[in-house]
């Protein structure tokens, strides 16, 4: 189900609401209201009650984030920031800060964590979890819901909102139909009647292009769906998505929470406000991708082997290039260094619209050997980024900036990239 979907809210039927009968319910769905700019109006408590917007502020910006006040206007994620702007000229406008998002999801992690070891994160904002171990210690799963509410809203000053049911699927529908800042159960034998009278595009797997497929057979809502023929279905979307949504139209989901998911890869793009050929702009905007995802492994206490580079050119057609490293990694110079060398490699002459850096091949920082290379100081780039994580986390990542990688020789200057 995509970030956008939008689902009526329950708290009008006491079949869904906070008290209903959370029996056989032991899954949660906690997903963080409007996250991101939740997390700029902490910091600016004057922005509170105003619409704030993140995302890229340039031409070619995409909102990654609107605040309820700014969705009265129409404003949504994903929506491009020039659209948004003229749906609400009045708003806030502020750029991503993925140091201080990082910082307060690893803060309401740990909250979920204190309830139980059963936390399958999906992003920074939302994870499911698996209560059905704590009911000894904090009581029924609903109970459990209104308590890491509490404590988030306390401890982070920060809101979310809570779906209770039977499986993931579920508990998520849940917990969008009670936004924002809610609780809603699901009681496991309520599930058709609270599943059925939704919108097919309710169901997970179910785009734009699929819900209009669907639509025009005149399959509008799950109940529609979850009566039609199964040869029908499979006409509008193939055998294998015929069949996934067959099941979760009846309300079949026997996937379990997953702790253990690991992400495949860390990095960061951007999409500059016109197209650059001049290799200084390049270069800088290396250096602060590598920068941001150097910052996000150390947070998440990994390390890669794989450093990829991605370039979108002017015409949108779009090619990477990557390079394995001896040993493996968690600092933004080394992946600056080989996404530099791998540029050079590529030494494209058209326009660039968009570049990106990414670190895949990830493993645990702490269970990986760390091999010291022959003639390196036994205390090198590792320990001053580390340094500057620190200071950055006391006193904002703007202080520090990614002009720290570079040495006092190469701070000013931008040589060409040399084929290795």
């Known amino acids: 189900m995509g970030r956008s979907q939008s689902l009526p809210r329950g708290g009008g039927d006491p079949r869904f609401g906070p008290d209903a009968d959370d029996t056989g319910c032991p899954i949660l769905h906690v997903d963080m209201d409007a996250f991101f700019a939740s997390v700029e109006v902490r910091r600016r408590p004057e922005l509170r009650g105003r619409p704030v917007v993140v995302g890229g502020v340039g031409p070619r910006g995409v909102v990654s984030s609107a605040s309820y006040e700014a969705r009265q206007f129409g404003v949504r994620s994903a929506m491009p920031t020039a659209r948004a702007r003229a749906l609400c000229p009045g708003a806030v406008y502020l750029p991503p800060d993925f140091g201080a998002y990082s910082e307060a999801s690893r803060a309401v992690m740990r909250i979920f964590r204190d309830v139980t070891p059963l936390v ?18 904090f009581g029924p799963p609903a109970a459990i819901a209104a308590l890491i509410r509490r404590r988030v809203a306390e401890e982070q000053r920060l809101t979310c909102s809570v779906g209770v ?24 034998d309520q599930v058709l009647e609270f599943l059925h009278p939704l919108p097919v595009s309710a169901l997970w797997g179910v785009g734009e292009r699929s819900a209009d497929a669907l639509r025009r057979l005149g399959l509008r809502t799950v109940r529609d769906l979850a009566e039609a023929p199964p040869g029908l279905l499979r006409r509008a979307v193939g055998e294998a998505s015929a069949t996934h949504l067959h099941e979760l139209a009846w309300g079949r989901d026997p996937r379990g929470v997953s702790p253990e998911q690991v992400e495949k890869s860390i990095g960061a793009e951007v999409t500059f406000d016109t197209d650059v050929t001049d290799p200084v702009e390049i270069r800088r905007a290396l250096l602060a991708l590598a920068d941001k995802a150097g910052t996000r492994l150390r947070a998440a206490g990994q390390v890669g082997r794989t450093v990829s580079l991605k370039v979108r050119f002017a015409d949108f057609r779009t090619v990477s290039r990557s390079r394995t490293l001896a040993v493996p990694t968690d600092t933004a110079r080394e992946m600056f260094d080989t996404a530099w060398a791998l540029w050079g490699v590529l030494a494209p002459r ?65 040589e060409k990239p040399t084929r290795p």
């Open 350 to 414: 058209e326009p660039v619209r968009l570049v990106g850096v990414r670190m895949e091949g990830l493993a645990v920082a702490e269970e990986t050997p760390q091999q010291l290379t022959l003639g390196a100081p036994e205390r090198g780039w590792r320990e001053a980024e580390a340094a500057a994580d620190a200071a950055a986390a006391r006193f904002g990542r703007s202080v520090i900036g990614p002009a720290s990688l570079l040495g006092r020789r190469d701070k000013h200057r931008v």
């Open 165 to 188: 049911g039977p499986s993931k699927f579920v508990a998520k529908l849940g917990s969008t139909r009670a936004k924002p800042d809610g609780l809603l159960v699901v009681p496991a």
């Open 120 to 137: 399958e994160p999906l992003s920074l904002d939302e994870a499911f979890l698996d209560v059905a171990g704590a009911r000894r210690l």
